[in-house]
């Protein structure tokens, strides 16, 4: 079975630049996640959807973050212009749908570094 | 508010038993992950409990007390490739969501 896909693996930008990061969920996983990763700290959840609907966003720096899953699959984070504060590792994660005890597949992240 | 704790870091010797601790207070429990995180590396999937009492799969054990908010996991017979950050994750309520929170991860250095 597939894992969870990303790409890039790596990226550097400058300051105010925009970047987007795509995920490919695992087939058939109907619920999909973006975190952010600092080093040295746990995951934080930026937004889930389900399907191709946002069920949580609340952590999502909406005037510089957005994210889309048009078709309910594949999925993309965009940051709209990038700050120094955004260096961190982007994982995307999957899992069969929203209940208790569905676990989270990872994907290997992207490492962003903003200069 | 949601918070979880974790001891920052760990030392333990080849061969030894180590425990991680993992205390919470949420609002609601639904569940609480463990998962473990290679340097560089993206988490991966532990154990889960939902239910007080322990679960073994194997090397790692994990224990829930609802009650007391608490959890740890218990690792034995340790190997160097078991060096690593192990986070802890409660799935609690927020408004009608289950969001799953996360805490800041123990790392862990066995040493030969």
């Known amino acids: 079975e597939a894992g969870v896909a990303q790409s890039p693996r790596y990226k550097i930008i400058e300051k105010r630049q925009s970047v987007a990061f795509w995920c490919n969920p695992i087939s058939g996983h109907a619920t999909l996640y973006w ?3 600092i080093l040295g700290q746990g995951p934080k ?66 490492r962003l570094t903003v200069t | 508010g949601q918070n979880i704790d974790q001891p920052t870091e760990m030392t333990a010797t080849e061969g030894a038993i180590v425990q991680i601790n993992c205390t919470y207070q949420t609002s609601g429990f639904n569940g609480l992950f463990w998962y473990q995180q290679h340097a560089g590396e993206a988490p991966t999937f532990l154990s889960y409990n939902v239910l007080d009492g322990l679960e073994e799969k194997g090397r790692f054990s994990s224990f829930l007390s609802r009650s007391k908010g608490y959890s740890y996991l218990l690792l034995k017979e340790l190997q160097m490739k078991d ?30």
């Not at chain 1, 069920?55 to 720096?61: C, G, K, N, R, Y």
């Not at chain 1, 212009?81 to 995307?92: F, N, R, T």
């Not at chain 2, 690593?84 to 030969?112: H, M």
């Open chain 1, 35 to 37: 975190y952010q990763q």
């Open chain 1, 45 to 110: 959840l930026l937004i889930q959807f389900q399907n191709n609907g946002v069920v949580d966003d609340s952590q999502l720096p909406k005037d510089r973050f957005s994210a889309e899953r048009l078709k309910g699959v594949d999925s993309t984070l965009k940051i709209q212009p990038a700050k120094l504060e955004d260096s961190a590792v982007y994982l995307c994660a999957s899992s069969l749908g929203p209940l208790s005890s569905y676990e989270q597949y990872f994907g290997p992240g992207t």
């Open chain 2, 83 to 112: 060096s690593a950050s192990y986070l802890c994750a409660v799935r609690a309520t927020a408004g009608n969501n289950r969001k799953l929170i996360w805490g800041l991860g123990t790392s862990l250095a066995v040493n030969p």
